[in-house]
């Protein structure tokens, strides 16, 4: 069975990194995009970005670009999210989500189990 | 960018119909996609591609979409139900996904 299993959480200073794992079990890792989402203390799902696990190439939505990071390695079927010059705001759940391909669009199928990341000085 | 547009909050009486709306510029061209939360939890997708089902998910669900509104209906709506719903699309423009900002339905 699909399995998304992410790192545990992290609390860093302000303007620190964080990197979170996301490790892929059950399907070919290669065969799916991988997006990841966050989600600020009582508020709503924020799409962040998605990395192609076969060519590495990534989208990033425009809020993020130049402080995220996708990356991974196929080796350990493992996606990265990196993010830096962290601020107090990026205090959220963050979720690794499978991406299922539809005829002219696309939707997340499985979710990983998401991972705290809490800025505070 | 794209947005879609959801009300904060729907509240229903066990046994009743919820019905959620996600309101977005010609909507009915695109696909739309729903997701469950429950407290502490990660997303479930309930409804994919405006009207479909994954399996294992009641037929209790079922969404429509046109115009420039995309509506999730919760039939016998259940104490079970209560959680914050999500609908989503991709936009092709910008090969960029879109949340809406969700909905709290609340069972009475």
């Known amino acids: 069975q699909v399995q998304l299993v992410q790192s545990g959480a992290e609390v860093k200073k302000p303007g620190a990194s964080v990197k979170v794992s996301c490790k892929a079990s059950?399907?070919?890792?290669?065969?799916?995009?991988m997006h990841w989402v966050r989600q600020a203390p009582g508020q709503g799902l924020e799409w962040m970005g998605r990395?192609?696990?076969?060519?590495?190439?990534?989208n990033y939505a425009q809020k993020f670009q130049g402080r995220v990071t996708m990356t991974r390695d196929t080796s350990i079927s493992t996606a990265y999210m990196e993010l830096s010059r962290l601020r107090s705001d990026d205090t959220a759940v963050y979720y690794c989500?499978?991406?299922?391909?539809?005829?002219?669009?696309?939707?997340?199928?499985?979710w990983g189990q998401g991972t705290l990341v809490t800025v505070s000085s | 960018s794209y947005v879609l547009t959801q009300p904060p909050s729907v509240s229903v009486a066990p046994g009743q119909t919820a019905r959620i709306t996600c309101g977005g510029n010609?909507?009915?061209?695109?696909?739309v996609h729903w997701y469950q939360q429950k407290p502490g939890q990660a997303p479930v997708l309930v409804v994919y591609?405006?009207?479909d089902r994954p399996s294992g998910i009641p037929e209790r669900f079922s969404g429509s979409n046109s115009g420039n509104t995309a509506t999730l209906t919760i039939s016998r709506v259940e104490a079970g139900d209560e959680a914050d719903y999500y609908c989503?699309?991709?936009?092709?423009?910008?090969?960029?996904?879109?949340f809406g900002g969700g909905t709290k339905l609340t069972v009475l």
């Open positions: 990395i192609n696990p076969n060519s590495g190439g990534t």
């Open positions: 010609n909507i009915g061209s695109k696909s």
């Open positions: 989500a499978r991406d299922h391909p539809v005829a002219g669009t696309s939707l997340f199928d499985y």
């Open positions: 989503q699309v991709w936009d092709s423009s910008s090969d960029h996904q879109v």
């Open positions: 059950g399907y070919t890792f290669t065969g799916y995009y």
């Open positions: 591609d405006d009207s």
